[in-house]
């Protein structure tokens, strides 16, 4: 399969944890793409990255988010001292520069006791 | 933010019937797109209408752009069980081309 891929599909976690997850784009994209979805929400825009550079962030990440992108391929995003207010779906999907549509990986369903 | 407003937020239909969800936007979008996201699954983009007025059809599905490019809808004629899920339209915007999604239509679709 050379779709989107993420790692971990569920992640549990205490309060105050640190967390992060991994996105393995479509091998030739070079647009990523982090959203986070609760339930009943469609997803939200966090952050864009075009190879390796981090291009734009929502205001929805806060201090306490932190994605990289260092070879311009997998991508990873921290959550530092999580609460339980960040628990829901991070998705990430990936596109071509100069192609609108974006492909989404299975996402990680993150849970904060 | 410029958000995308999306109606109902809940439809159940008897399978056989038809089903549509509207989408509205108080600026004029440059584009629209449809996503599906099945019980469980993720965003699995379905088409992208660009024009004013534009109709493109999948099978029993039908995309609609309006006019003022303010409004999209979609279409389902004869609902299938395989039809389930939620549909999110989304708007393109910025310079990284991020979507801003509408909160979706709930799809229940009674065998």
């Known amino acids: 399969d050379t779709g989107v891929s993420q790692d971990p599909r569920h992640k549990i976690t205490k309060r105050g944890q640190n967390v992060t997850f991994r996105c393995d784009p479509i091998?030739?994209?070079?647009?990523l793409y982090w959203y986070r979805q609760t339930l009943g929400q469609g997803p939200e825009f966090l952050t864009y990255?075009?190879?390796?550079?981090?291009?734009?962030k929502s205001r929805l990440l806060s201090d306490r988010f932190s994605a990289e992108r260092p070879k311009g391929s997998f991508s990873t995003l921290e959550i530092q001292r999580t609460e339980q207010g960040d628990s829901a779906m991070y998705l990430c999907?990936?596109?071509?520069?100069?192609?609108?549509?974006?492909?989404f990986g299975p996402g990680t369903r993150l849970l904060v006791l | 933010g410029q958000q995308v407003m999306q109606i109902p937020q809940y439809q159940h239909v008897q399978e056989g019937e038809d089903f549509t969800t509207y989408c509205n936007s108080s600026?004029?979008?440059?584009?629209i797109q449809w996503y599906k996201q099945r019980p469980g699954g993720h965003p699995v983009f379905l088409i992208q209408?660009?024009?004013?007025?534009e109709v493109k059809k999948q099978k029993r599905l039908t995309f609609q752009f309006g006019e003022a490019k303010k409004n999209s809808s979609l279409h389902i004629t004869a609902t299938q069980t395989t039809d389930v899920g939620t549909y999110f339209c989304?708007?393109?915007?910025?310079?990284?081309?991020?979507?801003?999604f509408g909160s979706g239509t709930q799809l229940t679709v009674l065998p």
């Open positions: 999907a990936s596109s071509l520069v100069g192609a609108e549509t974006q492909y």
């Open positions: 091998s030739e994209h070079n647009r």
């Open positions: 990255f075009q190879n390796e550079a981090q291009l734009e």
């Open positions: 600026t004029t979008l440059s584009n």
């Open positions: 209408l660009v024009k004013s007025g």
């Open positions: 989304a708007r393109v915007s910025g310079s990284a081309r991020q979507l801003t």
